[in-house]
């Protein structure tokens, strides 16, 4: 047997030991009352499938002996803002004493406070407190993330932000998907000039970062309190120019059509669609959208516009599960918290949950070739859990059921 391998430091996660072998005494989260294993041959996955069917090409390699353990994909977290500067706690304070949204700007908060904090953080400050909301997400079995700017709301602090979700990728060896969000609220300097903020994102600021390799995709928020629907598609064509897929905060607070404009994009998601219309549904059908849900922002903010889960469900459109961790409106660490709520509030079954924060928002990152799944050829990026059934992954509240992590072809143990 080859001993499992504990928790390493960033520093030293390129000494983690190599998965490849023969991982027995397994129950595919599809399938556990079945007997499985995975072989894993130079980080890939090679086989899969009942363990009495294993080929006999496979007998001789490293045997290691998962202990009955129920598996799934490794996760994804495939919306986040997890590079910020400081925190708004106060400002949660003061929404439950009674303050208005106004009263809470005047006081400093809001956007413009991470913004501020942002700013004045260095790129090595922002990377070791963005690295420790990421370890709590690693683990819990996530493997893959998106990470967004839109903080900077410049061309050198949102830089700085994409640079270090680079950092972050490299450093913990696990998948990084970045994504500029500069559309994101407009800069105090900008007061009362939109249009000119958005000639900004589109002619300097985008061009340059992607440019520099570090932007993945494109997001805007699409609202009444951010930015419109012709702001929004200047942004979507100055991506398109540059072969850049596009994203949305789609619908969260009111209906824009936001989502109907991203789905004539080909956007890989439309996220938030609490307001989401039955138009806005069948574009993102016909274009393949996935529609991502947070449920951690609807819990914070006490939301009651419920997303429209049953004719999504009809309508045959994927739909992922995430943290949206952000600074203000869900400060939410745990993934597997999410795909509990998903469940408890927006009624989502088990199987479509866990789908949600695997295959599905692996394909709202545009990672479905990669991440996701436990197939032949995909990188063994996979989940042990000490769980018997799959219902428990959405059951229990609080726990860490993890007992280890396969990510990018190598073992993470956390007990």
């Known amino acids: 047997m080859t001993p499992f391998e504990p928790l390493v430091s960033p520093a030293s996660h390129a000494s983690l030991a190599s998965a490849d072998g023969v991982w ?101 400050e922002l990377f070791a407190s963005a690295a420790k909301r990421l370890e709590c997400l690693l683990a819990e079995g996530v493997c893959a993330i998106e990470i967004k700017s839109g903080y900077g709301l410049t061309l050198e602090h949102e830089r700085k932000q994409l640079l270090v979700a680079r950092r972050l990728g490299e450093a913990f060896g696990v998948t990084v998907r970045t994504t500029f969000l500069g559309a994101h609220a407009l800069p105090a300097e900008y007061a009362g000039r939109s249009a000119a903020y958005i000639d900004l994102v589109c002619e300097e600021m985008l061009p340059a970062l992607a440019a520099e390799g570090l932007v993945d995709a494109v997001d805007v928020f699409c609202e009444r309190i951010a930015f419109s629907l012709a702001e929004t598609e200047q942004v979507f064509k100055a991506a ?94 745990s993934l597997l918290l999410m795909v509990n709520m998903a469940c408890t509030l927006f009624r989502l079954t088990v199987p479509e949950a866990i789908a949600g924060v695997t295959e599905h928002a692996a394909r709202a990152l545009g990672l479905q070739a990669t991440h996701g799944a436990i197939a032949v050829g995909m990188p063994a990026n996979f989940v042990l859990w000490d769980l018997r059934e799959a219902a428990e992954l959405a059951y229990w509240v609080g726990q860490r059921p993890v007992r280890c992590v396969v990510r990018q072809g190598r073992v993470a143990l956390h007990d």
């Open 24 to 124: 027995t005494h397994l129950r595919l989260a599809t399938k556990a009352s079945e007997q499985a294993a995975i072989v894993v041959a130079d980080g890939k996955i090679g086989w899969v499938g009942p363990r009495a069917d294993l080929p006999a090409e496979f007998a001789a390699l490293p045997v290691h002996d998962g202990g009955d353990a129920l598996v799934t994909p490794g996760l994804v977290d495939c919306h986040t803002h997890l590079v910020y500067g400081g925190q708004r706690a106060n400002e949660f304070a003061m929404r439950l004493a009674g303050a208005s949204y106004e009263e809470v700007a005047r006081a400093g908060g809001g956007i413009v406070s991470s913004v501020r904090a942002t700013r004045e953080a260095s790129e090595d």
């Open 240 to 333: 398109q120019r540059l072969n850049l897929p596009v994203k949305l905060h789609a619908e969260q607070l009111s209906d824009m059509g936001g989502a109907a404009l991203a789905a004539r994009y080909g956007a890989l998601s439309c996220d938030h669609i609490e307001h989401l219309s039955t138009a806005g549904i069948e574009a993102m059908r016909a274009a393949g959208t996935v529609a991502v849900l947070l449920p951690g922002a609807f819990y914070t903010l006490r939301d009651t516009q419920v997303p429209p889960i049953a004719a999504l469900r009809e309508a045959g459109v994927p739909m992922a599960v995430s943290t949206d961790h952000n600074p203000g409106t869900s400060p939410a660490l």
